[in-house]
């Protein structure tokens, strides 16, 4: 692994285009982690982050957890569970309430998201992780209308492709009749792996048969804590001095794409906003 770190690191140093070079080790290393321990393939994940935080950089203007997102709690709660499966997975829960909805919410939610996973790729060594959506409370309906389609493209992008987080499943709990239309879109966005790992629970009950009740929140007949005290828990962290510098130190790992080699330039970025192709006509 030590090798492998130097060899990224040493490949980084030679990205002309890179703005940051100077990454800490052990987030090279979740990353050479989340790729199965291909180091080309985590120089390809850290080209398509860095150049992420270029072409889309709304998603990552936001560093203090706290000051940041004071009322998001009254609309949307995302967590990673404190305690992971046998096999290394790790529970992640992301709840909407019955609030209305508005655009600039879900992209709080995003950006939120975003501090969170940060830490993740730093600390982290789970494999993957059990997604739930727990829609029970929210409206299906007004969550279809204001989700823009971009805005979670790009999310979906950076979580699976920019920070390598490998998806097992992902439960949507709801009872609501338009929750189909959203499973419609999200395996729009989705790759067909994921999008065959998706299914609609009606009851928490419904999940005790594939996450053990141990390791889910009391809210969800589990043995952990509330969600609401594990998320009030995880902002205290994100909002320590130590991770707000870091995220500030991480906003500005983004690429300057006139320095990039125009024949160089990946294809997969192509589509997104922000994103350019050089054409030479003679």
């Not at 879109?185 to 998706?198: C, E, F, P, S, W």
Request: include cysteine; hydrophobic fraction near 35%; proline fraction near 3%.
């Amino acid at each position: 692994m030590e090798q492998s770190v130097d060899i990224l690191y040493d490949w980084i140093q030679k990205q002309e285009h890179f703005v940051k070079k100077d990454f800490h080790r052990d987030h090279l290393e979740r990353i050479i982690i989340s790729t199965k321990g291909s180091v080309e393939k985590a120089k390809k994940r850290m080209d398509k982050v860095c150049t992420m935080r270029s072409l889309v950089p709304n998603l990552f203007q936001k560093c203090h957890a706290k000051d940041d997102f004071a009322q998001l709690h009254d609309w949307y709660i995302n967590l990673p569970m404190p305690k992971i499966t046998d096999d290394n997975y790790r529970i992640y829960i992301a709840k909407i309430s019955n609030k209305p909805l508005s655009a600039s919410v879900l992209m709080d939610a995003y950006q939120f998201s975003v501090i969170l996973s940060e830490y993740m790729k730093l600390y982290d060594y789970t494999k993957g992780y059990h997604v739930i959506c727990d829609f029970r409370d929210a409206n299906v309906l007004d969550l279809v209308t204001k989700i823009d389609l971009v805005d979670l493209r790009n999310i979906m992008t950076l979580y699976t492709d920019g920070y390598g987080f490998r998806i097992k499943n992902i439960f949507v709990l709801s009872n609501s009749s338009m929750i189909g239309t959203f499973v419609d879109i999200l395996k729009q966005i989705v790759t067909a792996k994921i999008g065959q790992r998706i299914s609609v629970c009606k009851s928490t009950e419904a999940l005790h048969e594939s996450l053990p009740k141990h390791l889910l929140p009391e809210d969800y007949g589990g043995e952990q804590k509330s969600i609401s005290t594990i998320y009030n828990q995880w902002v205290e962290e994100l909002s320590s001095d130590k991770h707000v510098a870091y995220m500030k130190e991480m906003r500005g790992a983004c690429t300057n794409e006139t320095l990039r080699r125009p024949d160089k330039f990946n294809e997969d970025y192509l589509g997104m906003p922000g994103s350019f192709k050089m054409l030479h006509v003679d």
